[in-house]
């Protein structure tokens, strides 16, 4: 009886719903909260994540409950998470809290790199950003990867006598996010693609090292562009990258795509 | 003779390059200008503009001319634009010195509110971006407006014996820019949705009926969503909400689109 | 013979030199390393710093060895650093690399907190900043703290039938860093004074005991100060407040100190 | 009768609260509304201007009224204001509304500067935020200038076969605000200390003597910061240094003071 009566209303309230607009995303922002970053390397890296969580709402239902998104969030607290495992935590609340989960994680990624030279060690930092969510724009889910590097402008060098400007700049990835992704290597095919990468601690040998190679390895923002397209152009991906102009007070960028 | 040669050498040029990636933008980003802005109601602001503009490169150039871009910056510097201007600088540019050109001018807008009750006159800024570019996701030129307003939790006011949570919100909603959009008239549909808006200059009798309208109208921020997009059916945009949540540190957003 | 030489060319610089500016501050900025936090309460968090280190420079130098400060930055990877911990590094440092060394380090630290009612725990976070040199405004050590709260404006409350406008505010407090500090204790100190403190999880309950609370609880930006003050009068401190306004789209914000 | 009874009261009020706490400042933040800048060279700028203003309140006080500073700030929506001017208005409202007022006051100021070469102008812009309080640091009013310029290493110069590393800076003066300040001044010796100053507009031939200019003129953070001390030894003042490193990730910095 009871339960026939609860159907009715049920039915009631989702005519009178139904006609709700679907909302793609709504969720909690800027949550910060730790986990364990493994990179597929061995390697553990206890990490600061930044934590973009939520739903889509449907049209027979006013809302998400913002408080599940903390309990979610609770259940993965230091929690060892590496490519292969974020899948698995998108499926496991997408089948039982949620429909159309998405799930956004940027965080600080370290790499120990060795100067050129002198070969001493210091720890770069790049920031990587997840974004999953069943129907982005590649229909499938990204990651973003940030990787500082120098460039060395070809016309300076050109027309000069001596020298040519050269800054730091940004390249952004933005790539399928797969299982046997290999961070640390779309890094160094990256920072192969610059007149030079950087390094955190740098001796007097490296910097000439350094200040030589970037001289030998001019690069325009579109042949950088070109250069690091033709490295990805079998994958899905799309390209940003920022010059940090050592002439201008405002900056130089690109945006590519190959989908 | 010498244009032949030319033609040859340019050929070959053409030949050696044309297989060359085709690069989306290029350009320069963050650079201050002013200007002065119509905004079709007969009044002129000036404005502190942020611009970024560039080109495409086709695929058998080798990159843009960046000095160009300030050679174009500097034509407009101090001009009147309105809406409909911008386009008229749009095609002209896009005809003379390139023909994929974009353009993305950013800026503090300002209306004159009137207080409620006391009627104390006091200036509320709304930040602008404006997106002109051939191809972009809505094949068409673009408009963003990003409102701050009150948002006073439905659930906190049903659930408290008095009293009920509220904050300061940002409602951005991107939509087609055309040149008869009257942005005064953007604002004040968006602004009603909200559970009250807000004014820099409030007297007491005028926080007495923010508090108390505030109250006697409730929004999620999935009903402010479905309410503002209701609002713009007919158009085609997407729509971006966040509260700055006053019961946490992280904040709660909503994203939805028509097209 | 060669070392005479050598004598005299070096005295001739120091003669030459004698009469350079001295420069307070001389190091890196905004470098990421991560390190463990021993907080004195027996428990470890795994932390990204924000480091900016250097030295200042005496009359007689050109400058500092920046890639020195790496390799201290390197001495201190992945290692245990409380309050007490920081000061001993500070000494070694300054006496086996520099004579005037200064550390400013960031880094967000966590809590758990346990909702009112429904006793669900998640993390707050909190932004710490370290300032370790010599000759600061106290002639000692600081310490930054900042806790989000929520203030409820007590005029809103006392002109209106129902409801006051309330928001999230940030007070930050710079102490003198001890060894024995106890910065929950600071964090729960701070939090009493407001109209109420933060959580990331609140159930329903949590979430009606959080509205009554704040009602019943309405706090002026200038009252917060001073309980605040009052709290901590004994200490030298300064104090800096600031609310995200629910009704305008500026903040409001005091500073006070004393010492 | 009643205006007794009121004194009475208001003196106990006022015996109540004069043990409260002296608050050093209490006002509103980042409210932006524009104004025209006389920068005593006969021309005007209109300016976008960023503004706090509050007041210090006294320990028989329980607060400052937030809606005179709007009330204020109205009074001067659209004025021109000079370095002369300021102080006028700053006297003006600190006998009619306040005995203890404070402004501080933001805006992007731009100068046209012709390119070496070319001699094509461009419009730089270069960050101001004026400190107007009776009992500041220097007991006195201030001025912040923020100025972008370019810095070669001598280190990379000397130690390499051909090229240096370079990069964008920005030197930030604090000094005295007086009347006959000349903000063009300033900003044309401390750009005349840099490697090179920047311009937003260079052609081909500019860029070369740019490139090699600083090339002939490396300068390490501490010798800048020296010979922008010498050049304004005679005024108070302090001064930060910040170089965005082209050889890493983070970034170099440098502090020093004269008073």
């Avoid at 060098?157 to 933005?174: D, E, G, T, V």
């Avoid at 290999?182 to 950087?198: D, G, M, N, P, R």
Wanted: with cysteine.
């Amino acid at each position: 009886m009871y339960s026939d009566l609860f159907f009715i209303k049920y039915n009631i309230l989702n005519i009178i719903n139904i006609n709700k607009i679907f909302i793609n995303k709504v969720g909690i922002k800027n949550y910060y909260q730790p986990f364990i970053f493994d990179d597929n390397s061995g390697k553990l890296q206890r990490i600061l994540g930044l934590w973009n969580i939520g739903n889509s709402v449907q049209t027979y239902k006013r809302g998400v409950h913002m408080s599940r998104f903390l309990y979610i969030l609770n259940k993965i607290l230091n929690k060892i998470i590496s490519l292969k495992i974020i899948f698995k935590f998108y499926k496991f609340f997408n089948i039982n809290y949620s429909n159309d989960f998405f799930l956004q994680l940027s965080f600080m990624y370290f790499i120990k790199k060795i100067s050129p030279i002198s070969l001493n060690f210091s720890l770069m930092n790049y920031k990587i950003t997840l974004f999953l969510k069943k129907n982005n724009i590649f229909k499938n889910f990204l990651l973003k990867l940030t990787i500082p590097i120098n460039t060395l402008c070809p016309c300076s060098k050109s027309i000069s006598l001596y020298n040519a400007h050269n800054q730091r700049s940004y390249a952004s990835i933005f790539i399928l996010l797969k299982n046997n992704l290999k961070i640390c290597e779309l890094v160094y095919y990256i920072e192969k693609q610059a007149s030079i990468s950087l390094w955190s601690f740098l001796k007097r040998i490296d910097e000439k090292y350094f200040t030589e190679y970037s001289y030998n390895n001019p690069k325009f923002i579109e042949d950088l562009t070109r250069n690091i397209y033709n490295k990805f152009k079998k994958f899905k991906f799309f390209l940003k990258l920022e010059n940090l102009e050592s002439i201008h007070n405002h900056n130089v960028y690109s945006f590519c795509k190959n989908f």
